[in-house]
């Protein structure tokens, strides 16, 4: 049987236990052909978790790639280009991990040849708390292909059907190579904050190539949705975080929505995470209402700039500096 090399990147930023063991739950995995990198942006670890990533790479059971600067979508594209895999594989630093986990992922690339990415079944521990874990989907509405309103129709998390799907979620998702070799696909290093929407915006670049993005329930995880750590580049406490999650939102749609769908994606933002309205259930209070009311429209103008000064710059701040580096 053919065992194509998967390349599983973990991008992580100050993460400590929880690293290690979704690290440990990569090193148990039943597929026999996989390399693992680790994409380390923390500036200083724990002692034991140092020793411990120090005697993995030693032992060449990991690359342990450091990084003096925190982006996840840079992370996602410094390791690209350090991977050797035909498979790239992303998961988050705070997941569990069945030992079918790899093989499930690999036999959609090896079955399906016009698929060319695969979004795994999340287990949020949070959202399975929520419903006791009994709620269960078939198959997703139409609308979960609507590039206007997916967003809040798609459901990773309660869904047991295999089919295909408009994006994945960051902490469990693959991609042919020759999506980031033969197409030129990078993340937007633009996206900051948690990088809110980069895979979305990604995968929306992706499926113009004609390629598919399948979604298989048997390559699943659980995401342990860690309140610290994780690869954010700055704090989700701070107002810049706040401006910076309107920001991604509104600059995925102007680059790859249609002036409809794009109106249909701000009105359904401004229902949700401004008026707090279902699914966000956010307070109602008048003061928090206006409050975020100013981040959504600072965040638009901020995205406008962003997409103004693409004609010049492309904002792979990141990737071109690791480029200089190596010249």
């Given at each position: 049987?053919?065992?194509?090399?998967?390349?599983?990147?973990?991008?992580?930023?100050?993460?400590?236990?929880?690293?290690?063991?979704?690290?440990?739950?990569?090193?148990?995995?039943?597929?026999?052909?996989?390399?693992?990198?680790?994409?380390?942006?923390?500036?200083?670890?724990?002692?034991?978790?140092?020793?411990?990533?120090?005697?993995?790479?030693?032992?060449?059971?990991?690359?342990?790639?450091?990084?003096?600067?925190?982006?996840?979508?840079?992370?996602?594209?410094?390791?690209?280009?350090?991977?050797?895999?035909?498979?790239?594989?992303?998961?988050?630093?705070?997941?569990?991990?069945?030992?079918?986990?790899?093989?499930?992922?690999?036999?959609?690339?090896?079955?399906?040849?016009?698929?060319?990415?695969?979004?795994?079944?999340?287990?949020?521990?949070?959202?399975?708390?929520?419903?006791?874990?009994?709620?269960?989907?078939?198959?997703?509405?139409?609308?979960?292909?609507?590039?206007?309103?997916a967003w809040y129709y798609i459901d990773l998390v309660h869904t047991i059907k295999p089919q295909e799907v408009l994006t994945a979620r960051g902490c469990?998702?693959?991609?042919?190579?020759?999506?980031?070799?033969?197409?030129?696909?990078?993340?937007?290093?633009?996206?900051?904050?948690?990088?809110?929407?980069?895979?979305?915006?990604?995968?929306?670049?992706?499926?113009?190539?004609?390629?598919?993005?399948?979604?298989?329930?048997?390559?699943?995880?659980?995401?342990?949705?860690?309140?610290?750590?994780?690869?954010?580049?700055?704090?989700?406490?701070?107002?810049?975080?706040?401006?910076?999650?309107?920001?991604?939102?509104?600059?995925m749609g102007l680059k790859n929505l249609t002036t409809i769908q794009a109106l249909r994606f701000y009105a359904r933002l401004f229902d949700c995470?401004?008026?707090?309205?279902?699914?966000?259930?956010?307070?109602?209070?008048?003061?928090?209402?206006?409050?975020?009311?100013?981040?959504?429209?600072?965040?638009?103008?901020?995205?406008?700039?962003?997409?103004?000064?693409?004609?010049?710059?492309?904002?792979?701040?990141?990737?071109?500096?690791?480029?200089?580096?190596?010249?």
């Open positions: 049987m053919n065992f194509p090399l998967i390349s599983v990147i973990i991008p992580t930023y100050c993460r400590e236990e929880p690293l290690r063991d979704s690290i440990a739950d990569v090193l148990k995995q039943d597929y026999p052909n996989y390399e693992v990198l680790v994409v380390d942006q923390t500036p200083k670890h724990q002692p034991d978790i140092e020793d411990y990533l120090e005697q993995l790479a030693a032992a060449n059971q990991i690359k342990w790639l450091r990084l003096q600067w925190a982006s996840l979508p840079g992370a996602r594209n410094y390791a690209v280009r350090c991977a050797a895999g035909k498979i790239i594989l992303f998961i988050d630093d705070d997941v569990q991990l069945p030992s079918g986990f790899l093989a499930a992922h690999a036999k959609n690339f090896l079955e399906k040849p016009e698929v060319g990415a695969v979004a795994g079944r999340v287990f949020d521990r949070m959202k399975l708390g929520d419903s006791g874990g009994k709620l269960e989907i078939e198959y997703l509405p139409p609308q979960a292909m609507d590039p206007g309103i469990n998702m693959s991609f042919r190579r020759e999506i980031f070799t033969k197409y030129g696909l990078r993340f937007d290093e633009r996206f900051r904050g948690s990088a809110v929407r980069e895979e979305s915006d990604f995968c929306l670049r992706l499926r113009q190539t004609g390629y598919k993005i399948w979604y298989d329930p048997e390559a699943h995880l659980v995401h342990l949705g860690e309140e610290t750590g994780g690869c954010h580049d700055i704090s989700m406490r701070s107002l810049q975080y706040q401006l910076t999650f309107y920001h991604n939102h509104f600059l995470h401004v008026l707090g309205r279902p699914p966000c259930h956010k307070s109602s209070s008048p003061i928090k209402i206006v409050t975020r009311g100013i981040f959504y429209t600072l965040g638009f103008f901020k995205a406008l700039g962003t997409v103004i000064q693409s004609m010049w710059n492309d904002g792979q701040i990141y990737t071109r500096m690791e480029e200089v580096k190596n010249v």
